[in-house]
T-cell receptor, first 112, second 119 residues
Framework: QKEVEQDPGPLSVPEGAIVSLNCTYS??????FMWYRQYSRKGPELLMY????GNKEDGRFTAQVDKSSKYISLFIRDSQPSDSATYLC????????????FGTGTLLAVQP | GAVVSQHPSWVICKSGTSVKIECRSL??????MFWYRQFPKQSLMLMAT?????????EQGVEKDKFLINHASLTLSTLTVTSAHPEDSSFYIC???????????????FGPGTRLTVT
């Protein structure tokens, strides 16, 4: 079993839709949860960061963490064609090594 | 802020040769740099972690004699793929993690990646 599971998609939605992206994990030591956006042949860009359980909102993006269920989500409101990219969840137990474990990424296409 | 660059962005080399990839943090001091490899439609797989002035720590299954990592300063790390073979063709991405206070230590900032093709 992988430490982090993420549906690879692809996920296709019409412009303006609400997008829900999810990851599950097995390691209860994870405390830091990140969402990255990666355009084709580019490096990942940090979108959202959350520590422990709870919600965090930034503009059209909302990140949720449910540690009891080992489940994290990223919601995108009013999706735009420019949101089309691969979204990667990543997690870390923190500490000196700061090692990130990534999901496989979900490819999102927002149709105009 | 938090800009990480990589050079080159794309390289083609012949089988058996060595290739060096540079990773630089442009506007902050990176105490730790990470090297990842990403195959098409797959996630980032951590290859090694390097701290400035120390030997790199390699992940299980990564050959340290094949993937040489040097982290000589707080702004530069290099990855050298030695005796490259076609199966080493991949997208190599570095990331940098800075000092707490200015940059949270658990945030990593990624470079744009280097596409290596070995013929």
């Amino acid at each position: 079993q992988k430490e982090v599971e993420q549906d690879p998609g692809p996920l296709s939605v019409p412009e303006g839709a609400i997008v829900s992206l999810n990851c599950t994990y097995s390691n209860s030591a994870f405390q830091y949860f990140m969402w990255y956006r990666q355009y084709s042949r580019k490096g990942p860009e940090l979108l959202m960061y959350t520590y422990s359980s709870g919600n965090k909102e930034d503009g059209r993006f909302t990140a949720q963490v449910d540690k009891s269920s080992k489940y994290i989500s990223l919601f995108i409101r009013d999706s735009q064609p420019s949101d089309s990219a691969t979204y990667l969840c990543a997690m870390s137990a923190g500490g000196a090594t700061n090692k990130l474990i990534f999901g496989t990424g979900t490819l999102l296409a927002v149709q105009p | 802020g938090a800009v990480v660059s990589q050079h080159p962005s794309w390289v083609i080399c012949k089988s058996g040769t060595s290739v060096k990839i540079e990773c630089r943090s442009l506007d902050f001091q990176a105490t730790t740099m990470f090297w990842y490899r990403q195959f098409p439609k797959q996630s980032l797989m951590l290859m090694a972690t390097s701290n400035e002035g120390s030997k790199a720590t390699y992940e299980q299954g990564v050959e340290k004699d094949k993937f040489l990592i040097n982290h000589a300063s707080l702004t530069l790390s290099t990855l050298t793929v030695t005796s490259a073979h076609p199966e080493d063709s991949s997208f190599y991405i570095c990331s940098a993690s800075g000092l707490a206070g200015v940059r949270k230590s658990y945030e990593q900032y990624f470079g744009p990646g280097t596409r290596l093709t070995v013929t």
